[in-house]
């Protein structure tokens, strides 16, 4: 696809005194639909001659400061401008979550006197400027800076704030983000199990567990119907899980019903174990009661919700 023109530079006036730095073209696309950031990096321009005409370089983008993982754009050969047009997707993040994060997108040249790769610049970009109005790629282009950010100083998930704007309060066993939609007409609850972040052991045996969620539909105090997930590793899975509830007909207030989530740990070799639980429902504990209030009064519109699982210990 063909680059569009760049919004604008970097706002800061470059010193008289500097050379120019190099500069960064990027698009950017979020679908509403998929729950997906896609990143595309057009290429670099102006990187320091010093490195000379057949250098070898490459990008890298990371996610702050969900995603551990750095994703990186295959090497470009002899250029003091390459050119990329490499795309990379961070998915099952909504609009909201989105907007809080940063991506950090760094250059490195490689040269081969040197056995490590050498730090040209990078940009850390707040998703909250862009508009995301339109279904067309936003373009940009920016200037890299020299300095290198500790990454351990960015933002660490507990200090992200939930949509209602209130803390999103953390427990030594983790936290469920879930979203849920009543669908009115067809009488029945669509729950999606999205994620989970900073989940605890239950053993000291090293390497990563496997987590599943199973999820019951109560009713008067008793089981109507039961889901699980597949399983997904580490301890921060990720399922975007979708499950579909039929729900008795009545209003939905009126109505004693209740979701419990029940997160379970395991390993190949030994059975899954109860790590703990969430229960939304009008008798359930705030964030439950709210997040139940929240999916009834808003018929057809999905409300998603971190909810702090709590351990069957306590």
Request: glycine share 6%.
């Amino acid at each position: 696809t063909a680059m569009g023109p760049p919004l604008g530079h970097s706002q800061t006036a470059p010193d008289m005194k500097t050379k120019s730095r190099p500069l960064l073209h990027f698009t950017l696309f979020y679908s509403s639909y998929e729950m997906t950031l896609t990143v595309s990096v057009i290429g670099l321009h102006n990187l320091p001659k010093k490195f000379g005409p057949n250098c070898d370089s490459y990008v890298r983008v990371r996610l702050l400061p969900k995603v551990a993982e750095t994703q990186q754009t295959a090497m470009r050969r002899k250029s003091l401008n390459p050119d990329f047009r490499e795309s990379f997707q961070f998915s099952g993040y909504s609009l909201e979550e989105i907007r809080c994060f940063k991506l950090r997108f760094a250059a490195y040249v490689k040269e081969f006197h040197n056995l490590k790769d050498t730090f040209v610049g990078e940009l850390l970009f707040p998703l909250e400027q862009d508009g995301w109005e339109s279904d067309a790629p936003s373009t940009y282009t920016r200037e890299l800076t020299t300095t290198r950010t500790k990454l351990k100083k960015c933002l660490s998930s507990q200090d992200m704030v939930n949509p209602t704007g209130g803390p999103v309060h953390t427990k030594p066993v983790g936290q469920l983000f879930i979203l849920l939609q009543y669908q009115t007409l067809a009488n029945r609850i669509k729950v999606m199990v999205r994620k989970a972040e900073s989940l605890g052991r239950l053993t000291r045996i090293p390497g990563s567990p496997d987590h599943s969620v199973i999820i019951n539909l109560y009713k008067d105090g008793k089981v109507i119907s039961g889901k699980e997930t597949k399983t997904s590793s580490g301890y921060n899975p990720v399922w975007n899980a979708p499950f579909l509830f039929d729900i008795p007909s009545g209003n939905i207030e009126s109505l004693a019903l209740s979701l419990e989530f029940i997160v379970m740990q395991g390993r190949i070799y030994t059975r899954s174990c109860v790590l703990g639980r969430v229960l939304i429902g009008a008798d359930a504990p705030e964030t439950g009661r709210m997040h139940w209030k929240e999916m009834s009064s808003r018929g057809h519109v999905e409300t998603a919700r971190w909810h702090a699982i709590q351990s069957d210990a306590l």
